[in-house]
């Protein structure tokens, strides 16, 4: 048996170091659980970032990737393929939209509604050639492509990368002056998270995506919701927007879309945005392919059958109640939606990495963000006794 110590150090001498993993190495999972190669177990509170929210190797999703995989994989979008409408179909319904472009990663799919927004602002809204501009907002994490990183506020994510693309304005997150104050004629969108994940699971003043939507209406300005973390059940809705019941132009969404087996992601939208594309504007080999239209769709039916968006909105209150009860020297704040919970650390206290090892020692896989916040996302299959071992082993490294 090899050692995790030993995987570690043969990983860092041939890969790039653009990753601080938690040192351990995992070899197998199922459902909320994952195995490392020492045989050690764990529980998953970090879920991939949400694309493992139907838990890991998920039968009904395994069963439609394997029988997919041997009819047709991958085929040229020069042809159609007999996956992609019931694919296309599902999801338009689910979450309310026309017309959907399937891509692969998050980023991919959020430089597509860059693009459709821009597009829209020139050819739909008259906005003069290369002036179109987007709102975005400070905190915002959307992708590292370079296009993606161009309108981020945070600088490691910018340093040495430059130059950057133009054409974005940053204002505070939640703020609904400093938005209605940057608004022109030549904005053609407003791109915004509805819960800020990367940032440390944030939420904006309540009513004000709302705010946001109304200012977006009378300015014919699109609003872009990216969903690709929030969306799909992780916040205990359909998408984090429902609960403000707000009807975004566009959505990004992806993580939970490939149901924890592929990258899947998409960008789906109402008529007016999504037909501005035409054959040759944009593309992907590997965007909408069969194997990935029948674990999508399989993803979004499981997502349904087994009522995982409700039992995300259940759980997640009850662990958020839980975590409030804790009477610990560590916490400053505790903040959530659904199974998605930020637990903010005093740094003159502790180190939330360092918190996080202890919980590693304790079979919990968590992980920190800005270095203050922990955030805990278990897959949504998980149940109320996991949930319970989970806080067990929390309220003791956080209570000690």
């Known amino acids: 048996m090899m ?10 001498y041939v890969g790039a170091r653009n990753y601080n993993p938690i040192p351990v190495v995992i070899s197998h999972g199922k459902g909320v659980w994952l195995w490392d190669v020492e045989g050690n177990r764990y529980l998953d509170m970090l879920s991939a970032y949400s694309a493992i929210s139907h838990g890991h190797g998920h039968p009904r999703i395994l069963k439609a990737l394997t029988e997919q995989a041997s009819r047709l ?26 017309r959907a472009l399937l891509m692969n990663s998050g980023a991919e799919a959020v430089e597509t509604a860059v693009k459709a927004a821009r597009r829209y602002g020139y050819q739909i809204k008259g906005i003069p050639e290369n002036k179109a501009e987007i709102i975005v907002m400070e905190g915002n994490f959307h992708g590292r492509t370079t296009g993606i990183i161009s309108f981020s506020s945070d600088e490691s994510y910018k340093k040495n990368f430059g130059p950057f693309l133009p054409g974005f304005k940053i204002i505070p997150y939640g703020n ?27 939420m904006p003043p309540q009513g004000w995506l709302k705010e946001v ?65 035409n054959p040759g504007s944009h593309g992907s080999t590997f965007g ?37 009860g804790l009477n610990s020297p560590y916490v400053t704040a505790i903040r959530g939606k659904g199974l998605w919970i930020g637990i ?18 304790e079979g919990l896989i968590v992980r920190d963000t800005h270095k203050v916040t922990m955030r805990l996302a278990p897959p949504l299959v998980i149940t109320k006794g996991e949930i319970d071992w989970a806080f067990e082993r929390i309220a003791r490294v956080l209570t000690v």
Do not use: W
């Open 3 to 12: 050692l995790n110590k030993t995987f570690i150090e043969r990983e860092d």
């Open 73 to 98: 994989a991958v085929c040229s979008r020069a042809v159609h393929h007999d996956k992609m409408a019931d694919f296309l179909e599902t999801l338009c319904r689910l979450v309310d939209m026309d």
């Open 344 to 361: 903010d650390i005093d740094p003159n206290k502790a180190v939330a990495r360092d918190l996080c090892m202890k919980l590693l020692a």
């Open 176 to 202: 609904i002056g400093a938005l209605k104050a940057a608004i022109t004629a030549n904005t053609c969108a407003v791109l915004t998270e509805p819960i800020q994940g990367e940032a440390g699971v944030l």
């Open 288 to 324: 909408g392919n069969p194997l990935a239209a029948a674990v999508g769709k399989a993803a979004l039916d499981t997502l349904i059958d087994e009522k995982l968006v409700e039992q995300s909105d259940e759980l997640g209150k009850y662990l958020i109640d839980k975590l409030c």
């Open 213 to 277: 939507e109304a200012a977006c209406r009378a300015n014919d300005v699109l609003l872009m919701v990216d969903e690709i973390q929030s969306g799909l059940g992780r916040s205990g809705r359909m998408l984090a927007c429902d609960h403000e019941d707000v009807k975004p132009d566009v959505v990004m969404l992806g993580k939970a879309l490939g149901g924890g087996f592929l990258p899947i992601s998409a960008v789906v939208g109402r008529e007016g945005v999504m037909g501005v594309f």
